[in-house]
């Protein structure tokens, strides 16, 4: 069955380190996005691409980075950790770039000390 | 700019009880509405979705969710709940016709199932 996956699960780094969350999707969807989940806040949108080689900053993008080399895979890259990204991470992909039905991994939780 | 209320943070509902979560929004256009669950440890997966049509749409498990224009709400119903209902649930609003960036979603319902 088609999937989408992160790694790692679960991550403890330490302030001021560069980090990447891996998020592969076997679907061929083209629509690709990271979502971070605090209390308090629900989901809010870091950064999407609608395809290769494009990449968008959401809401929250400040202290991220993605690239989009392939159509399977969207790493997120935090270059210098700080103790406000301590989330959980959510990777989605869709299939059509209108109707929002959105495809989760199963999250990536992330502690920064 | 859209927003998405959900003005119940935790709901407890016995189990074979009837269960109905809120959730209002704000929008200036015709809105997408979706309602998401999240099963603890995993990601969201959606339950159902309004784009136009009948007002009154069925969804996966069992849920169904009313679209009310002209009380900005879509509120998610199920007529008898299990013990494995027990989740996080998210409504979200987009633009018809939008793209998937453009959700917004709520803050979330945590459903509790009493034995």
């Known amino acids: 069955d088609a999937e989408i996956t992160q790694s790692p699960r679960h991550k403890i780094t330490e302030t001021g380190r560069q980090v990447t969350l891996a998020c592969h999707q076997t679907w061929n969807h083209n629509n690709m996005f990271w979502y971070r989940q605090d209390l308090g806040h629900g989901l809010r949108l870091i950064h999407y691409s609608y395809g290769v080689q494009d990449t968008n900053k959401g809401e929250v993008s400040d202290g991220y980075s993605v690239s989009r080399s392939n159509t399977e895979d969207l790493p997120l890259t935090l270059e210098s950790a700080a103790s406000s990204q301590t989330s959980v991470y959510f990777c989605?992909?869709?299939?059509?770039?209108?109707?929002?039905?959105?495809?989760f991994g199963e999250g990536s939780r992330l502690t920064v000390l | 700019a859209q927003s998405v209320t959900q003005p119940d943070i935790h709901i407890t509902v016995s189990e074979g009880a009837s269960l109905e979560l809120r959730c209002n929004y704000s929008?200036?256009?015709?809105?997408?509405l979706f309602w998401y669950v999240q099963s603890p440890g995993q990601g969201l997966q959606l339950l159902l979705k309004y784009f136009s049509g009948d007002t009154l749409v069925q969804g996966i498990k069992g849920f169904e969710a009313e679209f009310k224009r002209s009380q900005s709400s879509f509120n998610l119903r199920k007529p008898s709940v299990h013990w494995s209902d027990a989740a996080e649930y998210f409504c979200a609003v987009g633009a018809l016709g939008g793209g998937a960036d453009g959700l917004t979603f709520g803050k979330g319902t945590h459903l509790i199932i009493q034995p």
């Open positions: 989605a992909s869709s299939e059509s770039w209108n109707t929002g039905e959105l495809f």
């Open positions: 929008y200036g256009a015709t809105p997408y």
